[in-house]
């Protein structure tokens, strides 16, 4: 199995930047693929980045150009910069992980609240 626990979320203005982080312990060899998802109430979790254990990346829509993603494996962990927030960003942030073979495993994390004030 696989445990991810996040960190670096909290109360920022429109505007700023804030980082989160996530790290992976456990069966963490049998990692793929690393991630952002968020989620605000009564919406569906959405994507925000996901990067490879080669390093590519894909962003979801509404985050293109404002985030970036970056991965440490030698300290199994995930990166989200998120720079030029906006209200809209307000979300809790969860870390995913899929993991195994065939099909795989996902793991996610406990989730961080950000929250941008205008």
């Known amino acids: 199995q696989v445990q991810l626990v996040e960190s670096g979320g909290g109360l920022v203005q429109a505007g700023g930047s804030l980082r989160l982080s996530c790290a992976a312990s456990g069966s963490i060899f049998r990692i793929n693929t690393m991630g952002w998802y968020r989620q605000v109430p009564g919406k569906q979790r959405e994507l925000v980045a996901v990067?490879?254990?080669?390093?590519?990346?894909n962003y979801g829509d509404s985050v293109q150009g404002r985030l970036t993603i970056s991965r440490d494996n030698a300290k199994n962990t995930v990166y989200l910069q998120m720079n030029s927030l906006k209200p809209e960003d307000t979300a809790v942030y969860y870390c995913h992980a899929h993991y195994g073979l065939g099909n795989g495993l996902d793991a996610w994390g406990q989730g961080t609240l950000v929250t941008v004030s205008s």
């Open positions: 990067i490879t254990s080669s390093g590519m990346r």
